[in-house]
Every structure is written in structure tokens, then in C-alpha cells.
């Protein structure tokens, strides 16, 4: 019996990449945004007009980014969960016939 390459464990690596690759992105943003707003307040008065005019769509960004790295730590989680299994039927599949 020939096995040769094993997609699914491939798939889960993919997998796994790709939703480290989401959270780094979320997080870039969610830290970028962050450095603007410390950059343009000076004192604690700038500070609080500086919250107070915050709109809704940033807000909705900063949320958005959230959710985002949630689901990258989902699909993180589900590509290490693919290949642990993957990896463990090909190791049955050896044992079986070795």
C-alpha cells in the first residue's frame, strides 16, 4: 500500500496559517488605531473631547477587528484540530498495516 501526501493534513496546516494570518491582521489595526489616538490627544481635556467625539464607525471598526481576531483564533484552532487528526489516522493507518 503506497500513501502519498496527505491532503487533509495539509489542509489543516493551510487552515491554521490562514487564521494566524487574520489575527495578525486584526491585531495590526486594532494597534494602529490605537497609536493615532494616543498620538493626538495632549491632555487629559483633549483627551475626553477626544472620546466624546468618537463615532460610530470607529467604534464599529474596533469591533469589527475584534470579531475578527476571535474567528482567527477559531480557525486556528479548527486547522491544528485537522491536522492532529489527520496526523493520527495516518499513524493508524501505518500501524495497521506495518
Given at each position: 500500500?503506497?500513501?502519498s501526501g496527505n491532503s487533509?493534513?495539509?489542509?489543516?496546516?493551510?487552515t491554521l496559517q490562514a487564521?494566524?494570518?487574520r489575527v495578525d491582521q486584526a491585531a495590526g489595526q486594532?494597534?494602529?488605531h490605537s497609536i493615532e489616538r494616543s498620538v493626538s490627544s495632549?491632555?487629559?481635556?483633549?483627551q475626553i473631547d477626544r472620546l466624546q467625539s468618537?463615532?460610530?464607525s470607529q467604534r464599529s471598526d474596533l469591533t469589527s477587528n475584534l470579531v475578527e481576531m476571535d474567528q482567527g483564533?477559531?480557525?486556528?484552532?479548527?486547522?491544528?484540530?485537522?491536522?492532529?487528526?489527520?496526523?493520527?489516522?495516518?499513524?493508524t493507518l501505518i500501524d495497521t498495516f506495518a
Open positions: 500500500m503506497e500513501i487533509a493534513f495539509y489542509a489543516g496546516l493551510s487564521g494566524q494570518n486594532i494597534a494602529s495632549q491632555s487629559s481635556e483633549a468618537v463615532d460610530r483564533q477559531s480557525q486556528v484552532e479548527l486547522g491544528a484540530r485537522v491536522a492532529k487528526a489527520s496526523d493520527e489516522v495516518l499513524g
